[in-house]
């Protein structure tokens, strides 16, 4: 297997291999990049095909980290893990703890989260071997990161919606929302409190019937979701759903949600925009839930953490704002402004970065 040619790499700063032969763990930690602090990021417990998948996803998820954290202004840069392997059948205790050794070993560059596979029992097991894991104290924050990913995710709808139709809310405008797990079930819920008319489908009934019930989303069934005539469409189930094939039969004229790499490749961000529908670039609008991390990591109050999310309206505007002038794809405009953020470039990142030194110091410890 190559590391320095994988498709995915992109000058990642530390790719290290992990195995215990006594609970079975195969995990990769890798930190793309960490000009604005540890490689922060989450843990995602996967049964990988081959180790070849569990390298792409870990050096892709990396870099979209650092992209995700410098254009949110948090002092973090971009890190993940992956543990090779199926949390329902090969998770242990002692596999995490060792994966906490894992971890302790890199010596605080690469700072766990949970991810899918993982929870905070797991990120506790872990926390008996380091205390480079973030998301497990139980604070004012409430340790699930997912409402405010969804909070910034709606914040997100609206500043497109603003750009787009010149409307100051979603008041009865139609949104469809793929997937009312733990991000999409509180999107819908801020939506229909905004006034919109929400569309819903979910693979699990349970999920569906919970959005149906509380909040009065229309069900709709999951192979019709993504081409219903709608103002927006917000993806919250899982990456790749924006590819050649589904991009010809969307009806959306604004595509904004949290799933982490909904664009299949670069090129569909063109193809979006050769549509003439806007995207909204996921690692931007779904910064909420990293936010929220940090918050708790640093011990920082919940009011400011609120404060914080809410910026990424006016991120989103500039990048919108950038991409029309440019004419460039939203997703290269955006890619483009965190780089700026990196090399401390951007002068926006004065008022998108106003953490105090101890919040600082408390981050990177
Ligand atoms: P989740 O697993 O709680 O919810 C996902 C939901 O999508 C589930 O209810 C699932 O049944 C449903 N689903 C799966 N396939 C579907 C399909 N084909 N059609 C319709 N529904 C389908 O996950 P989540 O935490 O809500 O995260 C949703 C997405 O947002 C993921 O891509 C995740 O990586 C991303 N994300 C989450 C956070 C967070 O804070 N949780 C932060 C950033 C990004």
Redesign the pocket.
């Known amino acids: 297997m190559s590391v320095f040619s994988a498709p995915a790499w992109d000058g990642h700063e530390l790719v290290v291999f992990g195995s215990d032969a006594g609970t079975g763990l195969r995990a990769i930690i890798a930190v793309h990049n960490s000009s604005l602090g540890p490689g922060v990021g989450g843990c995602r417990m996967f049964p990988y095909a081959s180790d070849e998948d569990a390298l792409h996803d870990v050096l892709r998820l990396s870099r979209g980290m650092t992209y995700k954290s410098a254009l949110a202004g948090l002092p973090m840069g971009g890190g993940k893990s992956v543990i090779i392997g199926d949390p329902r059948r090969d998770k242990t205790p002692a596999l995490m703890r060792a994966m906490g050794d894992f971890v302790h070993a890199q010596g605080g560059r690469y700072v766990a989260a949970e991810?899918?596979g993982t929870g905070v029992e797991d990120l506790r097991r872990m926390a008996t071997r380091t205390p480079h894991v973030s998301g497990i104290d139980d604070n004012e924050h409430g340790g699930?990161?997912?409402p405010?990913?969804?909070y910034g995710v709606f914040l997100g709808i609206r500043a497109a919606v603003q750009h787009r139709l010149g409307a100051a809310t979603t008041a009865g405008l139609r949104v469809a929302v793929?997937?009312?797990?733990?991000?999409?079930?509180h999107l819908a819920r801020h939506l229909r409190e905004d006034g919109a008319v929400v569309y819903g489908?979910?693979?699990?009934e349970a999920?569906l019937a919970r959005a149906v019930e509380a909040l009065g989303v229309l069900p709709v069934a999951?192979a019709e979701?993504l081409g219903l005539e709608v103002d927006v469409l917000a993806p919250?189930?899982?990456?790749a759903v924006l590819n050649d094939r589904s991009i010809d039969t969307l009806r959306a004229g604004i595509v904004a949600?949290?799933?982490?790499n909904q664009l299949a490749t670069v090129e569909d961000c063109a193809r979006l925009q050769g549509h003439g529908i806007l995207y909204c670039p996921?690692f931007l609008i779904?910064?909420?839930?990293?936010i929220?991390v940090h918050y708790q990591r640093a011990g920082l109050p919940a009011a400011a953490k609120r404060a914080h999310i809410e910026r990424i309206s006016a991120t989103l505007a500039e990048v919108l704002r950038r991409a029309d002038a440019s004419g460039q794809p939203s997703n290269a405009v955006a890619e483009a402004l965190a780089v700026e953020y990196l090399r401390g470039a951007a002068p926006a990142r004065e008022t998108t970065t106003p953490l105090s030194q101890a919040a600082l110091a408390a981050t990177i410890r």
């Open positions: 991810d899918s699930d990161p997912s405010s990913t969804a793929q997937g009312l797990g733990h991000v999409g079930y489908a979910d693979v699990n999920n999951p979701i919250c189930a899982m990456g949600g949290a799933a982490n996921d779904n910064a909420g839930g990293i929220d």
